[in-house]
């Protein structure tokens, strides 16, 4: 899809939210289902599906991304993707982006050590990014922005707890 293309788009969703706030709202879920071992198959609602998996060392098979994995992803790819967006908006051809989210990790927690935080630590996000047409400050602008508004990173960046329902079955 085509800068023009993207800008349209978004331009069209924002009057329709402006006018019928209700339409931007919804509740979506993923499903993970434990297939065996350590794997998990994960569906949205819309048919999506990927296989997560733990590594070999600790008792996986290596078969998909960890989840751990998956949230670094989450945040890098939710954050290319804000950016995308929001130099559509302002008419800025991007001709390169790339966003790499780093993290420290401690496995003893996961393999039942206790006192080690389970707890992604010292994330970090890298941001590549290069323009047909925009300014250097225009482009900072739009990265910090899109850093603090993105789905995945304001969901983190506000800590809202997860209520639990556990059904046994």
């Given at each position: 899809m085509s800068n023009r293309n993207v800008r349209e788009a978004l331009e069209r969703a924002q009057r329709l939210f402006r006018e019928r706030p209700s339409a931007a709202?919804?509740?979506?879920a993923a499903n993970a289902v434990w297939?065996?071992?350590l794997a998990c198959e994960i569906s949205g609602p819309e048919g999506q599906r990927v296989v997560t998996d733990m590594a070999k060392p600790l008792g996986g098979c290596d078969s998909g991304p960890s989840p751990g994995w998956l949230l670094r992803a989450s945040l890098a790819s939710c954050t290319a993707t804000a950016i995308a967006m929001r130099a559509a908006l302002r008419g800025i051809e991007l001709r390169k982006l790339e966003v790499i989210v780093h993290a420290d990790t401690d496995v003893r927690g996961a393999v039942g050590i206790d006192g080690i935080s389970l707890a992604l630590g010292g994330m970090r996000m890298d941001v590549?990014?290069?323009s047909v047409d925009a300014a250097e400050e225009q482009l900072?602008?739009?990265v910090e922005w899109a850093a603090s508004h993105s789905t995945v990173a304001?969901?983190?960046h506000e800590g809202r707890t997860v209520p639990l329902k556990v059904t046994v079955a």
């Open positions: 709202t919804k509740r979506v297939q065996n071992g590549r990014i290069g900072r602008e739009i304001a969901t983190l």
